[in-house]
């Protein structure tokens, strides 16, 4: 019987020590820690260790900006292809917060700078809604899809439309937005900025429109 409760507890005590491990591997990428997870990566650590929700070392590096720690784990070659539970990659994560430096960091490693799933958002789309003029930029530059629709068929455009970000809005129709496109409820990006009271935007698009 000792032995055996001998050799639960051992077994129980390399467990906690390996989360325990995974935890600061976490928790570094997250805090742009960039010796700490050099560190853990070189005594072996998996470089495609995720949380609960599938959020990837490479994804916290990117979405937080650390361009360091993002250089760190590129050398180990993780996962580009990686999504977590909600469908987003690292170059997603990325044009999220507006960190030009890690999208281009994910572009120059070859990651895609399109949404891997269809019922996911793209980059363009997210860095569209946050209104992050030079993402926007960067991802049309590098081939992104101008009228790719999110799940609820809004386009780059209609996101730009609502939320106010009228440079993001002049440069999508610069590179071709179609504003004749509708959402899942009928809305084009016009009938979006009216809507949001955004009328410097919908006078943007009106005149693009007329004959």
Do not use: C
Not at 194 to 207: F, G, P, S
């Amino acid at each position: 019987m000792k032995y055996w409760l001998a050799l639960f507890l051992s077994i129980l005590g390399v467990h906690l020590a390996q989360a325990g491990v995974y935890d600061d591997i976490i928790f570094a990428a997250q805090q742009g820690h960039t010796e700490d997870v050099a560190a853990l990566l070189q005594r072996g650590m998996d470089v495609d260790t995720a949380d609960r929700d599938g959020t990837s070392l490479l994804m916290f590096a990117a979405r937080d900006g650390h361009t360091r720690t993002l250089e760190t784990i590129l050398r180990y070659r993780p996962n580009l292809l990686k999504v977590n539970k909600y469908g987003d990659n690292a170059m997603a994560l990325a044009a999220l917060n507006g960190h030009l430096a890690t999208v281009r960091q994910l572009a120059e490693a070859g990651a895609p700078i399109e949404a891997l799933l269809a019922n996911s958002w793209g980059p363009l789309a997210y860095a569209a809604f946050n209104g992050h003029e030079t993402v926007v930029n960067f991802l049309l530059d590098r081939g992104a899809q101008v009228n790719r629709a999110s799940p609820n068929q809004q386009t780059p455009l209609m996101l730009a439309a609502r939320n106010g970000h009228l440079a993001v809005v002049k440069l999508l129709l610069t590179h071709g937005a179609n504003t004749a496109l509708q959402d899942d409820q009928g809305q084009t990006a016009l009938d979006i900025a009216l809507k949001a009271n955004n009328t410097d935007i919908a006078e943007v698009i009106r005149r693009l429109d007329r004959p």
